[in-house]
T-cell receptor, first 118, second 112 residues
Framework: GAVVSQHPSWVICKSGTSVKIECRSL??????MFWYRQFPKQSLMLMAT?????????EQGVEKDKFLINHASLTLSTLTVTSAHPEDSSFYIC??????????????FGPGTRLTVL | GENVEQHPSTLSVQEGDSAVIKCTYS??????FPWYKQELGKRPQLIID?????GEKKDQRIAVTLNKTAKHFSLHITETQPEDSAVYFC???????????FGTGTQLKVEL
């Protein structure tokens, strides 16, 4: 139980285009989802926290108009990188916590999405 | 906000030896401290966690200790094996379902 999936697992796009990444909780209701970004050989940096049905809370320094987060249901959150540029190339990982899991306060991570912007 | 420091950044041990990774945190309200193992290109995997009402927790070869007064916690891996080689991250949060602040990571290499 407590499985989180992400799609796509990797994506290559041209500079200036937008990319959408999906994060799904497969067997539990994710009341809260988190989006992280991880550059090579660095730690996970939290970008934003989203609660189902409400606006996401962004961390300081993260542009909310560039990284659009939608958490429309208890099983799906999406991150859209708008007008992507090469410096947005990174590993994007979501995590989720919520009801229906063995330990309700644990975060469960998705497999990550490797974004490369040319 | 919370700040988590982690040391060392790299650690090389011989197979069978013990490995210790240490973290400190700044927010006294933090009460949940998970440790993750991450292999290259993969998701972080929870290996053990501890809550502030406990001073030590053990799971087979892995143990975590917490000193709330000093605001530090440590990961101990005994009888290390080559498959333990990975990057390990500590983290802290106020409540497990809330946002995690990660340490900078430790690259552990277990040599034969």
């Amino acid at each position: 139980g407590a499985v989180v999936s992400q799609h796509p697992s990797w994506v290559i796009c041209k500079s200036g285009t937008s990319v959408k990444i999906e994060c799904r909780s497969l067997d539990f209701q994710a009341t809260t989802m988190f989006w992280y970004r991880q550059f090579p050989k660095q730690s996970l940096m939290l970008m934003a926290t989203s609660n189902e049905g409400s606006k996401a809370t962004y961390e300081q320094g993260v542009e909310k108009d560039k990284f659009l987060i939608n958490h429309a249901s208890l099983t799906l959150s999406t991150l859209t990188v708008t007008s992507a540029h090469p410096e947005d190339s990174s590993f994007y990982i979501c995590s989720a916590s919520g009801t229906g899991t063995t330990v309700s306060d644990e975060q469960f991570f998705g497999p990550g999405t490797r974004l490369t912007v040319l | 906000g919370e700040n988590v420091e982690q040391h060392p950044s790299t650690l090389s041990v011989q197979e069978g030896d013990s490995a210790v990774i240490k973290c400190t945190y700044s927010d006294s309200a933090s009460n949940y401290f998970p440790w993750y193992k991450q292999e290259l290109g993969k998701r972080p995997q929870l290996i053990i966690d501890i809550r502030s009402n406990v001073g030590e927790k053990k799971d087979q070869r892995i143990a975590v200790t917490l000193n709330k007064t000093a605001k530090h916690f440590s990961l101990h891996i005994t009888e290390t094996q080559p498959e333990d080689s990975a990057v390990y991250f500590c983290a802290a949060s106020v409540g497990g379902g809330n946002k995690l602040t990660f340490g900078t990571g430790t690259q552990l290499k277990v040599e034969l």
